[in-house]
């Protein structure tokens, strides 16, 4: 059974920057997907924040956090890093990481963060930006 794990979160000041990592604890369900990171903000619904294909070569990102955030994954620590600068108060949320349900072709030439393309889901990551 495939778990992915988020670190990463904490408290940091506005326009502050943290690192967020997602990983997996197999890799063979890890590597050939495209993989997402989602938030959640309390009293919030779900919002898409960015998303990256299997190569990695490819990303998307919400129109809030164009600018800011970078996506990038690391096949051989099976892991997906976003990075996160400029950090403001409205991005104070749980963020999670999740793997699409269907395995990526090789070769994208863009992705989606729609979260129900997505399955399995970690168990998220607390993000507080204080002003």
């Known amino acids: 059974q495939l778990q992915l794990v988020e670190s990463g979160g904490g408290l940091v000041q506005s326009g502050g920057s943290l690192r967020l990592s997602c990983t997996a604890t197999s890799g063979f369900a890890f590597r050939d997907y495209g993989i997402g990171w989602f938030r959640q903000a309390p009293g919030k619904e779900r919002e898409e924040v960015a998303c990256i294909s299997r190569s990695g070569g490819v990303t998307a990102y919400a129109d809030s956090v164009k600018g800011r955030f970078t996506l990038s994954r690391d096949k051989a620590k099976n892991a997906v890093y976003l990075e996160m600068n400029n950090l403001k108060s409205e991005d104070t949320a749980v963020y999670y990481c999740?793997?699409?349900?269907?395995?990526?072709?090789?070769?994208?030439?863009?992705?989606?963060?729609?979260?129900?393309?997505?399955?399995?889901w970690g168990q998220g990551t607390q993000v507080t930006v204080s002003s």
């Open positions: 999740a793997r699409k349900t269907n395995r990526e072709v090789l070769t994208v030439s863009s992705v989606t963060c729609n979260s129900v393309e997505y399955t399995y």
